[in-house]
């Protein structure tokens, strides 16, 4: 590697604008007061696990679901560094942003992107109001890391429609979500990759079926979304015909790199820290608590060097790989230390928001870490193939 | 190859360049290759360069080894000059931060003892103790020293000839030699009384700027690991296309990065000051020197034997990561100060806070 060219090492330091500073103290606020309302509980995984769309319109209400979206389609026209302020102020707060994750993150980027004009003015106010929530539908039983090889079909109808067939799996609240973006082959290719086709379908059409998959937990966030013949009008293609592929994988970077993939066991340090006030803290303790608090700052460090490198526009998928695989080990490590550092047996039924139950919670949440929006052992044959660019 | 003719232009001023011996024991020679103005060479930078600037020459020199006390002179020895306003010699400088002395005035006052304590005519000391594995005391042409005198907090600095030098060295071969301190006379002239927490920043400059030298070396396994496996062939391929050899490449990528990434992040908090430098440095040094061992570890793991012998450089590297981690502060000291003052409300306003 020569020091001229774009090394997977050297990310973008970035120092945010003082308005991030602004609305960092803004978003502060709004929490305090949906703590004093008591729906703030500071649980980890909370963009997984914390369904509330009564916060998701409260938020929405201050300009922060879709934020980056344009003011013509009811956004606040916000740049993705003050989006990621906000939204990393809310995971860290343990906030219940789980309805509108997906609008947010994936669907309205989405559908300003490849959209009609028609489907922008229906679908973006409303998932800016917090009144449209999406899930997504990629993966298959069959069709895991090797996203291309989906078997869920969409056929054209003599109306002009799409009708399609087949199950996705693993697809989050689709039983409270009102749509699902979904991955379709409509063309048969010799290139896996193309005739694939993306399309928003509506949860509650005739032909949907919603087969919860449970997690060890028992928790109730997974669904078998069963597509038996579900006829869509052809308005809710998304994007071209064929390009599916194309447009899934340019999300992946902001899939990958923002600060859920870090923070999702966060608030269960903040909770070792409360429970360590209470005692006489040992240097061993500290070392371990050091030791996270530094990993932690140079990912979000990482992570935000990405983050400036997709509001310039530049490419960012192998940093975006890079910055997943750390920061999902570290929700993990972080955990586990957790545990060694104040030996508490984790207990799902103690006190919801205890030491114990947090860590429970936590554990039982920690395989889906390293496996959720790309398994990691991909994602570092993505960083290695990034070399062999070079 | 002569002591004074350092190649700098070759990618890597490596230590098998040269004879070590020759050239550790001859400060001219760390003296050419700290001024040398070779188109591809590492020069020192100008004083008044900024923090980020000095940082990325640091980690340059960190990455190709740069036999002189470059980071040293660049980050730590000269700014600690400038804030005591004392001049600052051209060419090597060295340190020692906080070292067990004892200081007494060389000329106490007639009087006797004030309110204070003993009093002085002047701030002339005499000191006596050893500075201990100062980084290339025998090249430094003055080693700045901040102490404790009768009367506070003191900088001053002396030349390596008005010590006795043991010579030592780290991992690498990089002297770090004791400095044996008989009564020695200090002249008011090179004395300066300084703000405690001149102190705690002379610390947090030496430990940012050994975490940027740990950031090269690691960036200098990076390269010599992706060349190595994509040069060498084993059954019919080479390593670089094995799957096993493929994730281990990958997490000595994000460990490089992730050092990186800390060392430039305290840039603009160690130029805001103290207090805005103390969580940012403390992160650095920590990380850098908690990645250490796994860069080095996968480093050496991927270039199997030869990278356990001289006829490799990767050794350059990883004796520098070894020793470096160590230096200055290790993981555990640093990662204890960056715990201390955390809580419960204030970790996630800690980890927020722009400089």
């Known amino acids: ?390 | 190859m002569n002591a004074h003719t350092i190649d700098t232009s070759a990618p890597v001023i490596c230590a098998d360049a040269y004879d070590a011996t020759v050239f550790y024991a001859d400060p001219d020679a760390i003296a050419v290759v700290a001024h040398t103005t070779a188109a591809d060479a590492v020069a020192l930078p100008h004083p008044d360069a900024s923090t980020a600037e000095l940082l990325a020459a640091a980690q340059e020199a960190g990455r190709r080894a740069v036999p002189a006390p470059f980071a040293e002179t660049a980050l730590v020895a000269r700014p600690l000059l400038r804030r005591a306003r004392l001049p600052i010699p051209d060419g090597p400088l060295s340190y020692a931060l906080a070292p067990d002395l004892t200081i007494r005035y060389a000329h106490p006052a007639a009087s006797g003892v004030g309110s204070a304590g003993c009093s002085g005519d002047d701030d002339a000391l005499l000191v006596t103790g050893t500075l201990r594995r100062v980084p290339w005391a025998r090249a430094a042409g003055a080693v700045v020293v901040l102490a404790t005198a009768p009367f506070g907090p003191v900088l001053f600095t002396l030349t390596p000839d008005q010590a006795v030098l043991t010579p030592g060295a780290n991992l690498a071969g990089e002297p770090r030699d004791d400095l044996h301190l008989a009564a020695l006379e200090i002249p008011a002239s090179q004395v300066r009384r300084v703000p405690p927490d001149l102190l705690e920043e002379a610390g947090l400059r030496a430990a940012l700027a050994r975490s940027a030298l740990i950031a090269g070396a690691a960036e200098r396994c990076v390269g010599l690991t992706v060349a190595h496996t994509t040069a060498r062939t084993q059954f019919g391929r080479p390593l670089s296309r094995f799957q096993a050899v493929k994730q281990e490449e990958a997490r000595l990528i994000e460990e490089t990065a992730l050092v990186r990434a800390a060392v430039q992040a305290a840039a603009a908090p160690l130029d805001t000051g103290v207090p805005a430098a103390r969580f940012a440095v403390a992160a650095a040094k920590t990380q850098a020197s908690a990645s250490a061992a796994e860069i080095a570890r996968i480093a050496h793991q991927l270039h199997g034997a030869i990278g356990t012998t001289r006829l490799n450089p990767l050794h350059l590297a990883t004796t520098r990561l070894w020793s470096w981690r160590d230096e200055d502060g290790d993981e555990t000291h640093w990662a204890r100060r960056l715990a201390r003052p955390l809580t419960a409300a204030n970790l996630w306003p800690a980890l927020t806070t722009e400089p």
């Open chain 1, 1 to 390: 590697m020569s020091p001229a060219t774009p090394s997977p090492i050297a990310f973008p330091d970035v120092i945010l604008p003082q308005s991030a500073s602004q609305l960092r103290t803004e978003v502060r606020s709004f929490l305090d007061e949906e703590r004093a309302r008591g729906t703030v509980l500071g649980r980890p995984d909370s963009w997984l696990a914390g369904w509330d769309p009564g916060f998701s319109r409260r938020l929405a209400e201050r300009g922060w679901v879709g934020m980056a979206l344009p003011t013509e389609y009811g956004g606040a026209g916000r740049g993705f560094l003050e989006r990621y302020v906000v939204i990393e102020e809310l995971l860290a707060a343990g906030a219940p942003v789980s309805a509108h994750w997906v609008s947010d993150r994936q669907a309205g980027p989405s559908v300003l992107e490849h959209g009609t004009d028609e489907q922008r003015r229906f679908f973006l106010p409303r998932i800016a109001a917090g009144q449209c929530f999406f899930s997504i539908g990629m993966s298959e039983k069959g069709s895991g890391s090797d996203l291309a090889s989906v078997a869920t079909r969409a056929e054209r109808t003599t109306t002009g429609g799409w009708r399609l067939t087949g199950t996705k799996m693993w697809t989050g609240g689709a039983h409270a979500n009102d749509y699902a973006i979904v991955l379709a082959r409509t063309d048969e290719t010799e290139d896996k990759h193309a005739g694939l086709s993306q399309f928003i379908v509506d949860l509650r059409a005739p032909g949907v079926r919603i087969e919860p998959i449970r997690l060890m937990s028992g928790e109730h966030r997974f669904n078998a979304l069963h597509l038996e013949g579900v006829e869509l009008p052809g308005s809710m293609l998304l994007g071209r015909r064929g390009d599916g592929w194309k447009q899934v994988t340019g999300e992946l970077a902001f899939e990958r790199s923002g600060p859920e993939r870090y923070l999702s066991t966060f608030p269960l340090l903040v909770s070792l820290l409360r429970e360590l006030e209470q005692r006489s803290v040992t240097a061993e303790q500290l070392t371990h608590v050091g030791i996270l608090t530094a990993r932690l700052h140079s990912i979000r460090r990482l992570s935000l060097g990405v983050a400036a490198s997709l509001d310039a526009g530049a490419p960012a998928d192998i940093r975006a790989a890079l910055v997943k695989d750390l920061g999902t080990r570290l929700e993990g490590t972080l955990t586990e230390t957790v545990r060694s550092v104040l030996p508490t047996p984790a207990d799902p039924h103690a006190t919801p928001g205890s030491h114990p139950e947090l860590l429970a919670f936590a554990l039982l949440h920690s395989p889906g870490y390293t496996l959720r929006g790309g398994t990691n052992e991909i994602l570092r044959g993505i960083i290695t193939r990034g070399l062999e660019q070079h």
